[in-house]
């Protein structure tokens, strides 16, 4: 019988309570604490606050102590608040006629100082709660700790203490999160040390403006041609020598700038004859504009595959030479820096309709990237399409550059696997080309982390002049030509 066909007069004793379900709770014991130790527990929290103060901010405090200090000591006491009044005046003096030793010693220091308790503090408990990066045992919450606060030009660069158990990839998951829960364009996450790690928001876009072709360098090197800007304000260098560079994007998404950076970053190596460049470009669109900087250059199918067949010949007479002799390559005008530039990389290698074509550019290609880098031969090829089934050739490049690409995953494809966790969206670039174009992920050799960078634009009246001051036939360039490559210069440049 339930108690639902109980009849008047019978005794319901509800076993079930009705009323709202509640999950049983166990009451721990209250237990007095002792005040003693309550003021303890404070008077020890306070003093390591101020130590902690004290080491955060040893300037700031550091002013404090001596307005109190000459607060005690002046008559008036009030005297010494009127001097800590003229600090503003001094600090705007200093910006105003000092503005470089201004922001080295106190600007970027206040800036921190500021960024730290307005953006950071305020927001640190929120944000880790509701990215997920707080944890909660036996009922209390336990939060990462926000350590030292430094500003550079564009990044706030935060230290950041972890929980006990947990581990970076559980960061490097949330930085879009954080990079919205705290205002800023992007984060990065690098680890610092055990339970240590700096998480870099940068303070708006430094890599939204165009940045007009760079100076042409004086001295060449080959090792770290500057290309562009980096997103923490630092010059963009990249490697070319000893290495083979990939660089990937959609159309527009300025693999063109990539390659006419590096060249223009190299051009008076080549006036100088101790670097070359053979050019590849089967769209005829990107390189046929500065084709006399060029010591070879192809078009067509047929032409480019020989011209890959000729560099892996000069290459591998080359590597004949120094075997047991030379292990390292130094450009000379007789062995010559030879950099293989190839747009477009996929029409060769995957689109041709010519299986012939497809697979002898796939050998030199694979044989150039496998062998090249000791003996002074490196390939800087530009992609639209990542998969694999495109370019199966794509582990051959030690570097990698990810431009604006469609899909979230071809930005491990490029990049290595976990490098969009990491902060590597290169599926987010604008699309807009004056905002994206020319930005991109790169991964340098020092770290896992990819860095944003923007290469500068080189505009076709730079090719043009970059032509007519160091293409062959041009006025300042002393050296013969190179026998060998197509006649394409008669008399002077214009
Ligand atoms: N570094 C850059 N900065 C600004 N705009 C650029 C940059 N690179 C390219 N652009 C613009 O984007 C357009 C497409 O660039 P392009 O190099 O031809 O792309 P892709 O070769 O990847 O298809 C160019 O016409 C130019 O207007
Ligand atoms: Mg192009």
């Known amino acids: 019988m339930s108690w639902q066909d109980s009849r008047p007069g019978d005794s319901v004793d509800p076993l079930v309570s009705r009323s709202v379900v509640q999950p049983v709770r166990f009451a ?33 405090t550091g002013l404090l102590a001596v307005v109190v200090a000459v607060g005690v000591v002046v008559d008036p006491w009030w005297l010494s608040l009127v001097g800590a009044g003229l600090v503003p005046v001094v600090l705007v003096v200093w910006w105003w006629l000092w503005r470089a030793s201004f922001l080295r010693l106190a600007g970027w220091r206040l800036l921190a100082l500021w960024r730290r308790f307005w953006v950071y503090r305020r927001h640190w408990q929120p944000v880790m709660v509701v990215a997920g990066l707080a944890e909660f045992y036996q009922d209390r919450q336990y939060l990462p700790r926000l ?6 030009p564009h990044v706030d660069r935060v230290s950041v203490r972890m929980l006990k158990g947990t581990s970076p990839q559980a960061w490097e998951k949330r930085v879009l999160a954080l990079a919205h829960g705290f205002d800023a364009p992007s984060c990065r996450v690098v680890v610092d040390g055990p339970r240590r790690l700096v998480v870099e928001f940068p303070r708006g876009d430094s890599l939204s403006g165009v940045i007009p072709a760079l100076p042409v360098p004086e001295a060449v090197d080959l090792a770290a041609l500057p290309m562009g800007r980096a997103e923490d304000g630092s010059w963009w260098r990249m490697r070319l020598h000893g290495t083979h560079i990939l660089v990937a994007g959609v159309t527009g998404a300025g693999k063109g700038s990539v390659i006419w950076s590096a060249i223009r970053a190299m051009l008076p190596a080549i006036r100088a004859g101790v670097a070359e460049v053979w ?15 060029f010591a070879r250059y192809a078009d067509t199918a047929e032409t480019a595959v020989g011209l890959l067949e000729d560099a892996v010949v000069q290459m591998q007479e080359r590597a004949g030479r120094y075997a047991g002799k ?50 002074g031969f490196s ?6 399409d990542p998969r694999k089934e495109v370019m199966n050739l794509r582990n ?47 991964r340098l050799e020092t770290s896992p982390y990819p860095l944003r960078v923007r290469a500068s634009f080189v505009t076709d009246s730079d090719i ?28 002077d440049a214009a």
Request: net charge neutral; hydrophobic share 45%; glycine share 10%.
């Open 147 to 152: 350590g030292r606060v430094r500003c550079t």
């Open 28 to 60: 721990g014991p209250v237990v007095k604490t002792p005040a003693v130790f309550v003021i303890v527990v404070w008077v020890w929290r306070l003093i390591a606050g101020v130590v902690g103060a004290v080491v955060l901010h040893p300037v700031a």
């Open 379 to 384: 390939v800087l090829a530009a992609l639209q």
């Open 326 to 375: 030379v292990r390292k390559h130094t450009p000379t005008t007789d062995d010559p820096f030879v950099a293989v530039v190839v747009d477009e990389v996929a029409f060769l290698t995957a689109y041709h309709p010519d299986r012939d074509v497809r697979r002898r550019a796939e050998n030199a290609l694979a044989t150039l990237t496998s062998q090249g880098r000791a003996v």
């Open 464 to 491: 043009t002049r970059m032509e007519t001051d160091y293409g062959r036939g041009s006025s300042l360039r002393s050296l013969p030509a190179e026998s060998g490559a197509d006649d394409l210069f008669g008399g």
């Open 279 to 293: 050019a590849v470009d089967p769209k005829r669109m990107e390189l046929s504009l500065g084709r006399r900087l």
């Open 396 to 442: 051959l490049f030690p570097d990698k550059i990810a431009l604006r690409l469609d899909e979230p995953s071809q930005v491990d494809m490029i990049l290595g696997e976990g490098a969009r966790e990491r902060g590597g969206n290169a599926h987010l670039i604008s699309a807009d080309p004056a905002m994206g174009a020319g930005v991109g992920f790169v």
